[in-house]
DNA sequence: TGTACATCAGTGAACGCGCGTTCACTGATGTAC
DNA sequence: TGTACATCAGTGAACGCGCGTTCACTGATGTAC
């Protein structure tokens, strides 16, 4: 957990071949080779390649949330969306190593096989997002929003910026549709 | 590409593996297990493992769409989206091997890759996917609903209905909020 | 009608590579007494 | 202050498995003459 250079420096060679390559890029062999640390050490680290991912989806995760709860403050809400919008694209852009962790590594296995690192992601992935949806209550209770159930908020309401991160859909027309799109799912 | 008895069997037997365990689950010692057909005959039709998924990526694509066009009628837009939602979560919910398919084996390396195989395949996507642009685009010109790009249509005015199903929200409630959230968008 | 040849679906043993993982080890840094 | 031991980060050679793929082959079905 505690950030340390080795453990720094086979997250960053992961995230680079994971922007390069994609998840079938990032092979113990190739982190090795490019961070300059033992196959050996990541065991140690990580425990298994899983665990370097599962390490750098909880990070990236937090990364994200930390830069979308920048966009949720007391201005109207169609600004905070159109700013949410923007954020999140501008995240994937700049990051595409980090975001291929959030929409490209697979992790229906390792997410239901239970184990217990798996579960505190899925904990802390909760936790994090947790902001988010209670920004989103209290303007709907406020009635400046659409009222639409918590489990809906990030996977439908939000889908339009998902799919579009996930499918590479980055330039400023695309930003425009996507933030159109939310934001009249979201119209009180 | 014409039907064939053993070919049939391969890619039953992989749709069965996709449903099973997701894309990692196809491997070609697996296929010859389960369809009693040769790894050499595999390859005689299909030429590799990715040829056999790009060979379902084309079917399955056409079999959603065609279910998709039975949704798009004379009937008020209103009804006809609210229709292919149901449509499309119901086809996911009772093929989950094909929905595997669209929604779950990467693509990238192969559709990038440019071999003649996969333009065609990206090429009968683009064909297929034609007569939901094309119902779209008269009910927009007729000022039943609000103009959007093509580009934008599937990607990112249909994002609902494609994160609902990327993550097996396919309930009763899920589909209602889905279908709220596309209407919203198109609505004029 | 018979013969020779080409084509094509299908077989299954074998190969080789790359992968994740293991393990015995080194060396440095506490910690107890 | 010195000694003995425990702990932990880090090393790198080695292993074994499973994978996609190859290839020499069989047998059936056209096709030409």
Redesign the interface.
């Known amino acids: 957990m505690a950030p340390t250079p080795t453990r720094d420096a086979v997250l960053d060679a992961a995230l680079q071949l994971l922007a390069e390559d994609?998840?079938?890029g990032v092979t113990i062999a190739r982190i090795t080779g490019l961070s300059g640390v033992s196959n050996g050490s990541i065991y140690h680290h990580f425990g298994s390649r899983e665990g370097v991912l599962l390490a750098l989806l909880v990070d990236c995760f937090a990364d994200l949330v930390a830069t979308l709860a920048q966009a949720l403050d007391d201005r109207p809400a169609r600004e905070c969306i159109r700013d949410l919008v923007a954020r999140h694209l501008a995240w994937v852009r700049e990051h595409p190593g980090k975001a291929a962790v959030l929409y490209?590594v697979?992790l229906?296995?390792t997410v239901l096989s239970g184990t217990a690192d798996s579960q505190r992601a899925v904990h802390t992935k909760d936790l994090a997002a947790a902001p988010l949806v209670r920004w989103m209550r209290a303007r709907q209770t406020a009635g400046e929003l659409r009222s639409?159930?918590d489990w809906?908020l990030d996977?439908?309401?939000l889908?339009?910026v998902?799919?579009?991160a996930r499918?590479g859909?980055l330039s400023a027309?695309?930003e425009e549709?996507?933030a159109?799109?939310v934001w009249?799912?979201l119209?009180a």
């Open positions: 994609g998840p079938g490209r697979p229906d296995a639409v159930p809906a996977p439908i309401v889908a339009p998902h799919e579009a499918r859909l027309e695309a549709q996507v159109a799109m009249a799912g119209e």
